[in-house]
């Protein structure tokens, strides 16, 4: 006889199939610009200051990078929507004394790849594949952001569709044409 109330692993657990890939998709972005602000003065409250001015000219900020470039000094680098540099560079000049840095550049010759998915604070290795992925084809990263659903890098612009396919390829992801597009700042 039989108990009609006790459930085997089968029925808790059904099989569900194998387990979805943790990257799930690859997107870029054309339509970035990188800003690097040298000889900020390393002191409590400049990056706020800067962001602050940026902010206030309308200007989203996005990928962000700090250093200490000598002692007292520091390089901020950060990338904004190209259609936004104008405003960038007026803010800077502008505020040059408030801010107190030595120079400013931005490289309008970037792009920005990132892959995206589900559960990847808990997988080891996919940052390592991720970069791997692109020294292999030879792409120079320019900065790296991370979060727990996205892995991004900034690259050369004239390298970014060959980063793309570097990414799906060893993702598992390969598509004849890049799928993902992103238009940063547009709310597209």
Do not use: C, W
């Not at 409250?45 to 250093?67: H, S, W, Y």
């Not at 904004?80 to 931005?106: A, C, Q, R």
């Amino acid at each position: 006889m039989s108990d009609n109330n006790s459930k085997s692993m089968g029925d808790l657990f059904p099989d569900l199939g194998p387990e979805a890939p943790v990257i799930s998709g690859v997107a870029h972005d054309r339509s970035e610009a990188l800003a690097t602000v040298r000889g900020v003065p390393n002191e409590p409250g400049m990056a706020a200051k800067v962001f602050t001015e940026l902010a206030t000219a309308g200007v989203n900020v996005d990928m962000i990078v700090q250093a200490g470039a000598s002692v007292g000094t520091a390089e901020i680098s950060f990338t904004v929507p190209e259609s936004t540099v104008k405003e960038v560079e007026n803010v800077l000049i502008d505020k040059h004394d408030e801010l107190g840095y030595k120079s400013f550049d931005i490289n309008r010759s970037v792009g920005k790849v990132a892959v995206v998915g589900v559960g990847m604070k808990t997988h080891s290795g996919l940052a390592a594949k991720f970069f791997t992925a692109l020294s292999d084809k030879g792409i120079n990263v320019l900065m790296i952001s991370t979060s727990e659903i996205r892995i991004a890098a900034l690259v050369p612009l004239d390298q970014l569709d060959d980063a793309v396919r570097a990414l799906h390829t060893a993702y598992g992801l390969d598509a004849d044409q890049v799928e993902a597009v992103v238009y940063g700042g547009t709310g597209r």
